[in-house]
């Protein structure tokens, strides 16, 4: 009967030591497993926070940019890349237009300032003239392309006559559809 007591007590015992390792090893799983949710957690948080510092940038950027469009808009400067300046001390000017290499279709809208010379230009191999008269100070030629023709971007050569020291001078432009570009006209009011 002792010998059957024992036994079942040593079973016991042994149940009772691999229960308890079988405990620790959960219990440290569980540790683990906390302290690398805490650890993700940290990470996740710095990522929204450097996230977050990005789109405050970009907000801020984005403002500025607004602003800088209004304040374009109030000054009569238009939106668009330039594409070239000149300085004039006469009134009137010849600006020209015309396909840059081969023709295929290009067409644009041209104003001056927002007064619009063609609504729809259709650039060919020679240049279509315009006799402008300048307000002194800056006037802006506003290009914009209304299409790619066949062969893309839109190309143009733009002849401004007189530009610098009263000779003509030829800018270069190539647009996607729907962009713009300009080219600034300084009328220095006959001084030269």
């Known amino acids: 009967m002792l010998d059957v007591i024992c036994s079942a007590l040593g079973a016991i015992l042994i ?29 996740i948080q710095k990522v929204q926070e450097e996230n977050l510092k990005i789109l405050e940038e970009n907000l801020k950027i984005q403002k500025e940019k607004e602003e800088i469009q209004e304040e374009l808009e109030k000054a009569n400067i238009p939106m ?22 081969k023709v295929d279709g290009d067409s644009a809208k041209i104003m001056l300032g927002k007064e619009v010379l063609d609504e729809e230009l259709s650039l060919q191999s020679a240049y279509r003239d315009y006799v402008v008269k300048l307000k002194p100070g800056a006037n802006y030629i506003i290009v914009e392309a209304l299409n790619e023709g066949s062969i893309s971007p839109n190309t143009a050569n733009v002849r401004v006559n007189p530009c610098h020291d009263g000779k003509a001078r030829v800018f270069l432009w190539e647009m996607y559809e729907g962009e713009r570009r300009n080219i600034s006209i300084v009328f220095n009011g006959g001084n030269p």
Request: aromatic share 4%; net charge negative.
């Open 15 to 43: 149940l009772f030591l691999i229960t308890m390792q079988a405990e620790m090893k959960a219990k440290s799983s569980s540790e683990d497993c906390q302290q690398r949710q805490q650890e993700l957690e940290e990470k």
């Open 80 to 101: 668009g890349a330039a594409i070239g300046m000149c300085e004039v001390g006469i009134e009137n000017v010849i600006i020209g237009f015309k396909d840059h290499g």
